[in-house]
């Protein structure tokens, strides 16, 4: 009897588990069995090995072979074990003990093609994050995954194109290279603002929206340039720290986004309107997947045509907007996406699109009713509501501003912001995240600023909720500007920025 043991992962939501995975080659008539709670991807995986092995010029036994899943009361799916399994079974085999002991003490992943080539899996830099916390050394990962691999310093990570030459640095027959990060995969897709001409107050809402991390609506009609206003707004925003990068690059590696390379700048996620509630929140049969909303972590996700959207389903937002995150439970499992993203909604005026009442062909009904998917709860989360115009639009301007500007006056105000919270203990926090009870007590606007937002709360123009936010938004306006403190014109232009265009929502 020999016993080969290797180590892989399983996914769960955008965490990976240590699985633990064991070959025993005894007496018994020949077959491999795979026992663990395995899905029907790794069960078959027992053929498409055993065919790599021989073609790889390697021996698979002529017994009976079992390659237990540890821990066997966890789901596992994917092809994620496959080289785990592969590596396993060999070396128990090997009359090299050295050679089962680097198995036994070493992370494989990778899927395996049936001429023995490593192909890439997804998942992989949550697997080497679980591979740090567990105390693992060394990771072996196939050659599409190395550009994501290069994020973590620790574990050791090497990378191998075949099973045969992951068996010859097992018998230190061949060394194997590590990870090279080249550019990451957004550098190159970054549109520019000067491409939007005309439209000033939506360019000012956009710049605004990126320097405080606001959530904003666009309304206006067909054409006005609110998909392109919203498509540049990630050229104004700065590259990921090395902390929001490796968040953002975990949820697309789940998804198996990242084998052209990591997310280094933050991502811009657009579902089309017929978006169903869990492709936007995530979920899905087995191990829930992350949705639109955690694909736009640390990034913006832009809802057009959001008229065409259900209410149930504009309304599931809610709380991810809040509280950064996205719980989804099922019966066997409790998984927790991340979703600290920028909302940004466009829409028309109504069906017909025209611009003013006057120009409608919709009854008055239709026109007043257009909209009514957005609820109150939802419209309040809202910090701009900005109208994009046709008329008096430009056809051409050469003076039309760039994004390299506005992106230099959008990471001053961040900094500004970032030291007086990190000086606060809040950490470098945006100012849409500052917790409201906080701001209220400890950075409230001037005395005359605040009795202006409290003659509005008191008359019911606003709710406590807008009025939080309406005071971000004034640092905000603060921070562009170089004040030390918002005062009353910058509240009021936060006033005007947040309800200028609810009067056309709910005309």
């Known amino acids: 009897m020999a016993l080969g043991r290797t180590i892989s992962t399983a996914q769960l939501g955008v965490q990976a588990k240590i699985v633990r995975v064991e070959a025993n080659v005894g007496p018994g008539l020949p077959g491999t069995y795979v026992v663990g709670m395995a ?26 072979v079992i390659i237990n899943l540890s821990p066997a009361s966890m789901r596992k799916q994917g092809s994620q074990c496959d080289l785990a399994m592969t590596v396993a079974v060999l070396a128990s085999q090997s009359p090299n003990p050295q050679v089962r002991f680097h198995a036994q003490h070493t992370m494989f992943l990778g899927e395996v093609a049936l001429d023995g080539t490593l192909l890439p899996v997804t998942g992989v830099l949550p697997a080497l994050l679980a591979a740090r916390e567990e105390g693992i050394e060394r990771v072996v990962i196939p050659e599409g995954n190395a550009q994501e691999a290069g994020l973590v310093d620790n574990p050791r990570v ?18 194997l290279p590590s990870p090279v990060v080249l550019a990451g995969q957004d550098d190159l897709k970054l549109l520019d603002m000067r491409d939007v001409v005309g439209q000033p107050e939506a360019r000012f809402a956009a710049e605004v929206a990126a320097a405080g991390g606001h959530h904003m609506l666009m309304i206006g009609p067909p054409g006005s340039g609110k998909s392109m206003i919203a498509e540049r707004l990630p050229s104004l925003l700065p590259e990921l720290t090395s902390q929001q990068m490796i968040e953002a ?8 986004r990242t084998f052209s390379g990591p997310v280094s700048r933050a991502p811009f996620i657009s579902p089309h309107h017929n978006v169903t509630k869990a492709a936007l929140l995530g979920g899905g049969s087995g191990s829930p997947l992350p949705g639109a ?27 991810p907007l809040e509280y950064g995150a ?6 066997r499992h409790d998984v927790t996406f991340p979703a600290q993203f920028q909302l940004i909604l466009a829409a028309n005026p109504c069906r017909c699109g025209a611009e003013t009442p006057q120009e409608c062909v919709c009854s008055g009904a239709a026109r007043a009713t257009y909209l009514n998917n957005l609820s109150g709860p939802l419209r309040d989360r ?73 003659a509005f709360l008191a008359e019911g123009a606003i709710s406590q909720r807008g009025c939080d936010r309406a005071i971000k ?22 006033m005007a920025l947040r309800g200028t265009a609810y009067s056309e929502v709910a005309a």
């Not at 690059?249 to 198996?256: D, F, L």
């Not at 938004?473 to 936060?494: E, F, I, K, M």
Request: charged share 25%; glycine share 6%.
């Open 326 to 331: 996205i719980r989804i439970i099922r019966s």
């Open 158 to 175: 090497f990378v191998a194109s075949s099973i045969d030459q992951v068996m010859r640095w097992l018998n230190d027959e061949e060394s």
């Open 249 to 256: 690059t975990a949820v697309h590696s789940v998804v198996g």
């Open 293 to 319: 909303i955690s694909l736009a972590h640390h990034g913006v996700l832009f809802l057009d045509e959001v008229s065409e959207i259900p209410a149930s389903i504009l309304d599931s937002l809610r709380t």
């Open 473 to 494: 938004l004034g640092w905000t306006l603060s921070d562009l500007d170089g004040a030390s403190q918002p005062n009353l014109d910058h509240v009021a232009r936060a």
């Open 39 to 64: 899905d029907t991807a790794i069960s078959e995986s027992r053929d498409r090995i055993k065919t790599a092995v021989h073609n790889s010029g390697l021996q698979w036994p002529k017994t009976k």
């Open 382 to 454: 809202l910090d701009m509501v900005v109208a994009t115009h046709s008329k008096g639009a430009l056809l051409r301007s050469d003076d039309v501003e760039s994004s390299a500007p506005i992106a230099e006056r959008v990471a001053q105000a961040r900094e500004r912001s970032a030291h007086r919270w990190l000086k606060a203990g809040l950490g470098g926090l945006v100012n849409a995240h500052v917790d409201p009870h906080f701001l209220r007590r400890n950075f409230a606007a001037t005395e005359e600023a605040m009795v202006y937002l409290g």
